[in-house]
């Protein structure tokens, strides 16, 4: 009887277990994390590499995980989006540039002299530097968000340097992947990039003033939660038309949450509502990085040195690339942008999937990428939740000083 | 430059240009209908049909969308059951059997009587009897909660004897799949239906007192959004283990939400994150329905004639099935009762792909169990608004009688 409905059904029961398992397994591990005084997003991920392939195997990474894992951490820049006004951005706008460019160069240049150095190939070296360019702003935004930090000087830095950061990376990326390829086309890679930047500029200026004159007649649609509906539309749809020019997906969602930041305030219901879905979603998008990691290359101990030592290279680049850039803010703020910047989450995972794809990279140092991508994302919030320990403490969103600093966390919005 | 994330990250974008497409399409004819005054599920599922492979083609149905469809409507029915204390449904108990029982039998003999009129063969006219019996309590419940109506007495009476027409129509495809496959086994499929049974009348029975004592302990935890984490757990567990015990996920999960009733009155806040969960994925599950529509296999004359008989059987049989066993409570009454069963939606489906898997029936006998599954499903919505229009009005959830009764569809909870 079973096996008639199982002919139908089955296949989806099984996918449903498999999410089940993911999200069971990052909120216990989030709990053991709280408890611990650590933050529940390292706590996630490394849920993800405890039931992924290279451990229990309970749990794969699939269609179906990486699109909910997209999603997810689409709908998780939208409501840091949606707690950002634009002009707190723009006023930040210098800092932030100057950041996201040393935040580049340092780790590309050492990224690839480390390479050139361990005898690797040319292009195995670009590869490398270029994976290392890239920052997953998720995780940082993740924990600030959950601190309550949002809104400090350092986040919007971070933010705004973040997207920068990506329109830089697509390009280092689309000029080492066309060497790689055999010929550079310099007016095409040029084309795109005014594509990236004048579609980033042009929502960031326009979204705002056109969603909070709009958002009214949203509020007189007959079908009921008209602002919700605006918002998932407004979401997805920037998210896809970023992807299509070519920035990441996240981009666009974060702009669109900029664009309806004014207009969220009057919209509680909305806010808590969207907040659903993100909570729902972002544990995918956790879980699924750490199931990415692969073990297996690390049978040779020289993969292990080469992953600790461009994990290593990875961390210290954009701590002191990006923290050099935010010297003029004092040392504490400026170690608080570098290390927000650390993570290289799901965007290094994709340049390394593009260094396989194109063979410029073997197994081995496609699991060493994978290693420093995943790790640079465990070990960032820990020192994240430390450095902007006393900012909580000022806002009270921590216990009291004897309590240790348990932050509750996964709490995005303060409302209701 | 595009190529080269396209290689990483195309397909994803597509999948995402999907899904948008879905949702943007539901959400424009929802608006539609409820301009005409007409209910918004029938817009979501023509936006299907009209957008899916037989019309326009711009999606299809695939395993994401699929899956995304189970999430929607097991969180939809997960919604209902936090709409709905056990002890509601436990009171309507007999009347939801009778209803249950004579909505089993009625579409089932004459289905089957149709088909051998029609001249098919037995086995033919037992599939096809079969997939009439299946009843998708989604779309009943979608549009009553829309209409604020959950808790009339009516509503309860189909949401009980959906749960038993479920187990019913379980036993019933058993029994006839395992007649094509040549044997029964009677003590298997008895062995199953005990657990059935067990497992639902466990769950509606000691799910709620376990919860109403545990839900303190769970706002203790550190790591925020307890109730809304333990909603969603018990959500997607209880679905899944209803799955494998061979009912419906959708079962499961309006057991898990009937435990949580009580809880969720002190809990506004996961009320509205569950909320937006639901609202952001009930489309996919209605225009996952009405993309399944194949029009291609209309083309002679004699399939669209056997169709319309299909359909018109399986109409006027749950209604007065369903409506004589529910006739002591009067006509009207009894016409909700019986129109509320009419939709056969994706349990119908699955019923067709399953006789279509086992081939004993045929591609154009599928296209008219399909025709009849989705044009049930369409059809209901309409009349059911009518049929409880003057329960709407009576508590003011309609406009003044002057406006024609606009109903707010779609506004799942009325809090904040």
Tied chains: 1, 2.
Excluded at 19 to 38: G, S
Excluded at 322 to 350: D, F, T, Y
Aim: with cysteine; net charge neutral; proline share 4%.
């Amino acid at each position: 009887m079973h096996y008639f409905l199982a002919a139908a059904t089955g296949d989806h029961t099984k996918v449903l277990l498999t999410l089940f398992i993911m999200l069971v397994a990052a909120k216990l591990m989030a709990e053991l994390f709280e408890r611990l005084r650590q933050p529940a997003v390292a706590g996630e991920i490394l849920a993800g590499v405890i039931i992924g392939p290279s451990l229990l195997a309970w749990a794969a990474p699939s269609e179906i995980t990486s699109i909910l894992a997209e999603v997810g951490v689409i709908f998780l820049l939208f409501t840091v989006g949606l707690e950002t006004k634009p002009a707190a951005i723009f006023k930040v706008g210098k800092q932030a540039a100057v950041v996201a460019v040393l935040g580049v160069i340092a780790p590309f240049l050492c990224g690839w002299l480390l390479m050139k150095a361990w005898g690797a190939t040319s292009i195995e070296a670009l590869f490398v530097g270029t994976a290392m360019v890239a920052t997953s702003v998720g995780i940082t935004a993740r924990v600030l968000s959950g601190m309550g930090l949002l809104d400090a000087p350092t986040a919007r830095i971070i933010l705004g340097a973040a997207v920068i950061d990506d329109i830089l990376g697509l390009l280092v990326l689309a000029v080492v992947s066309s060497m790689a390829a055999g010929t550079v086309n310099y007016l095409e890679i040029l084309t795109t990039a005014g594509l990236a930047i004048g579609f980033t500029v042009f929502v960031a200026l326009v979204g705002a003033p056109v969603i909070t004159r709009f958002a009214p007649g949203v509020d007189r649609l007959r079908s009921g939660h008209g602002m919700f509906i605006l918002a998932l539309v407004l979401c997805l749809g920037l998210s896809i038309s970023a992807a299509y020019i070519g920035v990441a997906a996240i981009i666009g969602s974060f702009l669109a949450g900029m664009a309806l930041a004014e207009a969220a305030e009057d919209h509680p219901k909305m806010h808590q509502q969207i907040n659903g879905v993100t909570e729902f979603l972002v544990p995918f998008f956790l879980v699924n990085i750490g199931m990415q990691l692969r073990l297996d290359v690390f049978r040779s101990s020289s993969v292990i040195i080469l992953s600790v030592l461009i994990t290593l290279v990875a961390v210290v680049t954009k701590l002191l690339g990006c923290g050099l850039a935010a010297c003029n803010l004092g040392m504490k703020r400026a170690a608080q942008v570098g290390m927000g910047m650390v993570p290289r989450g799901e965007v290094g995972i994709i340049v390394a999937q593009i260094g396989l794809s194109l063979a410029v990279i073997g197994a081995e140092l496609y699991g060493a990428v994978l290693f420093m991508a995943v790790a640079t994302t465990v070990i960032a919030p820990p020192f994240l939740k430390l450095l902007y320990a006393s900012e909580a403490a000022a806002r009270g969103a921590i216990g009291p000083p004897d309590a240790g600093g348990i932050v509750a966390s996964g709490d995005l919005f303060k409302i209701g």
